[in-house]
């Protein structure tokens, strides 16, 4: 097969491309299907982020890091900034970009599914926000970004 007919077989096979969406509220509930109707299948905490993989009325499909597809409303998600969330067991959050920075007072040890917003990177450090407003510098490799 040619290199043209390799990449028209692709382009038709592959799935529309996702958009990465973050959590808004407080706590979000994720369910099964798209509608309150469905069971909640997981309760996330505020800056979650999730890539889109459909949408249906006021609902997305959405995938998580783990690649667990879940349904959250359309009302409690935001396409306008970029999310993390800890994909290691756990996370030492930093007071700087770098190793030789001491942990944070506030809060030195971030643990898996701890979610942040992005504010910006520095080489392979990023500097996220938590849900109560504190920032904190943590290593690229440690998260997700969606």
Known sequence: ?????????????????????????????????????????????KYMPFDVVKSSGD?????????????IHKQLVTSRYYCAVIKSTTANMRTGPANHYPQSPIYPVA???????????KESWAYVEDPDGDKFWVHRSLIWVH
């Open 1 to 45: 097969m040619s290199v043209r007919n390799t990449l028209i077989v692709w382009f038709l096979c592959a799935p529309l491309s996702a958009f990465a969406v973050c959590v808004t509220s407080g706590s979000a509930n994720l369910r099964s299907g798209p509608g309150t109707k469905y069971r909640v299948s997981w309760k996330v905490q």
């Open 59 to 71: 609902w997305y499909r959405v995938k998580d890091l783990d690649g667990d597809i879940h349904w």
């Open 111 to 121: 643990n898996h599914y701890d979610s942040f917003r992005l504010l910006k990177q």
